[in-house]
């Protein structure tokens, strides 16, 4: 066993005497060595639970005969980061998570890891240091809030709290309204109710085998997740003594399907980065022109929140990823899974599904996937935009810009009025770098929606949206204004179009005249002199290959 480094031999004999301090039995010695890292923490939502699925993680490391070991793995909610410079911490945080996993697992030799995650980058940087280490590995998510309730109404984060500040500004609600949204929305435990970030990457993990059938989907309220706990715990350990590896089961194949269901469930934005942050380390080379080319073929058949109505505890009901991944089989590619069982079989056992909730590929939602890739003079190397979230009349868009070089300055800019209908609103020096950080922009798309400017602005931006955006929103534009992408010569008054049906992102401007900016305007430094994000800025890469740090 891998394991044996740290407690086999004779010359460990002051190893073994530490693991025995620890309350270890002289039978665990002989066992697999399983460590279960845990984003357990009292401040995220989504994570609040983790100390009982801890246990039952534990208790089917025991019963499959491994010794399980927790160790712990920060985590930031977006949400509470939202809005302000504490955003700036989030997806840099993914580097830092990855490196942790790697580190305690490499230094106390673990047989196999656990996963416990659920948030945004947690996920995925849990996943890049476990691809690292590469040991037997099962994810397990800790399960989506349910919708809070009020007047017959559900609830969710997004649509009646981040959108609800805009409401409130234009004399939509009152404040009377809008304390009991506040404290309604969110009514449990779990990652917040829609296809935003957090779900839309366990949705992921679990098409591409990762994770247990129905995992991503049961909510975190349920027993049965506590059920899927103690089986992963059990599986793992079989994994373990058939030697099957992350790298085995993350490959393009595994990743295309990963993919394909993002585009049928109309996933977050977000997850472009994510997956190419995974194939980065898996070593599978997936790209921005991959998203584009899936896109094409696989329709959206869920219409999930923020831009639609079904929330995750529709889409558990309705079937599951199982049932998803069954509506879009013919391009689903049969590949092994951490259950044992194959992608196919797992569709095959499909027993039922809602066709309200999960469309048909012959009757999908829209006949392209949620999420397109668009280039042009202002994104020669790509950028994104969650598709299946713009209204139709939005889909070609074109106005002056309002330029912008942080999200603060554009937030109170709308809040004062200046933003108008007509505008194409641009938000620079957000980027990975140019942050730096690259942060989420909700606070901002939300306040425009809730004032009912979506359908009549379109925002443009190196930074990136949380999941929960919806509107003419382009984000990850490449190269970045620290980088010296065109974002960063706009200014205001400049004609850009956002075409989202021919997949164009341009503004009017000559060679002549851009060629004249770049010589006269100079970039702004980085925003940060020293610590951690300093370092980042230095070592990031760019949006469209990831952000994943050189």
């Not at 480094?5 to 004999?13: C, F, P, Q, S």
């Not at 139709?392 to 109170?412: I, L, R, Y």
């Not at 942050?435 to 009912?452: C, H, K, Q, W």
Request: positive net charge.
């Amino acid at each position: 066993m891998r394991s044996d480094r740290i407690k086999a031999g004779l010359e460990r004999t002051p190893n073994r005497a530490l693991l025995y301090a620890t309350g270890l039995h002289r039978s665990h010695m002989s066992r697999p060595f399983i460590g279960i890292a845990s984003s357990f923490t009292d401040i995220i939502p989504g994570h609040i639970n983790m100390r009982s699925l801890e246990r039952y993680i534990e208790r089917g490391v025991e019963n499959g005969g491994g010794t399980p070991f927790i160790f712990g793995v920060p985590g930031i909610c977006d949400g509470i980061a939202m809005g302000h410079a504490g955003m700036r911490q989030s997806l840099p945080s993914r580097e830092l998570i990855a490196d942790i996993v790697e580190s305690v697992a490499q230094a106390n030799a673990f047989d196999g890891l656990i996963l416990l995650t659920n948030c945004d980058k947690i996920t995925p940087g849990m996943l890049m240091g476990a691809l690292r280490v590469n040991v037997p590995t099962i994810i397990v998510t800790a399960g989506a809030m349910m919708t809070g309730h009020h007047k017959k109404r559900r609830l969710n984060l997004i649509t009646d709290t981040f959108e609800a500040v805009g409401q409130y500004k234009a004399g939509l609600i009152t404040e009377e309204e809008r304390q009991i949204l506040e404290t309604e929305a969110c009514p449990t435990c779990g990652s917040c109710q829609g296809m935003y970030t957090a779900n839309t990457m366990a949705c992921l993990v679990e098409a591409m085998g990762l994770s247990l059938p129905y995992c991503a989907t049961t909510m975190a309220v349920l027993s049965n997740k506590l059920r899927i706990a103690y089986e992963s715990g059990q599986r793992v350990v079989e994994l373990v003594r058939k030697d099957c590896k992350p790298r085995d089961i993350v490959n393009m194949k595994s990743l295309e399907n990963a993919v394909r269901v993002d585009m049928a469930l109309g996933g977050s934005s977000n997850t472009v980065l994510h997956l190419m942050g995974i194939s980065h380390e898996a070593g599978a080379g997936l790209t921005l022109k991959d998203f584009d080319r899936l896109s094409k073929d696989t329709p959206h058949l869920c219409s999930m929140n923020p831009a639609g109505k079904w929330y995750m505890e529709d889409l558990h009901y309705a079937g599951g990823i199982p049932a998803v991944m069954r509506m879009i089989a013919r391009d689903i590619h049969d590949l092994p899974t951490v259950s044992g069982l194959s992608t196919r079989k797992i569709m095959s056992a499909v027993k039922y599904y809602d066709p309200d909730v999960i469309k048909s590929a012959d009757n999908p939602e829209h006949k392209e996937g949620g999420i397109a890739i668009l280039h042009g003079n202002l994104a020669e190397d790509g950028c994104v935009v969650k598709q299946s979230a713009v209204d139709p009349d939005s889909m070609v868009f074109t106005g002056k810009a309002k330029v912008f070089n942080s999200e603060e300055d554009a937030m109170q800019a709308l809040l004062a009025g200046k933003i108008v209908k007509g505008m194409v609103v641009v938000v620079r020096y957000e980027g990975p770098a140019g942050g730096p950080g690259m942060r989420e922009m909700l606070s901002l798309t939300a306040a425009i929606v809730g004032m009912g400017l979506h359908k009549h602005v379109a925002l443009i931006t190196d930074g990136r949206f949380s999941g929960g955006t919806r509107g003419p929103c382009v984000g990850h534009i490449s190269p970045e204004a620290a980088a010296g992408g065109l974002i960063a010569y706009l200014k205001d008054g400049d004609m850009i179009t956002v075409d989202i049906v021919n997949k164009k992102l341009e503004v009017a401007l000559t060679k002549v005249e851009i060629a004249r900016r770049k010589k006269s305007m100079k970039l702004m430094p980085c925003k940060e002199r020293s610590g951690y994000l300093a370092r980042y800025a230095r070592m990031v890469t760019s949006a469209s290959q990831g952000a994943v740090l050189q």
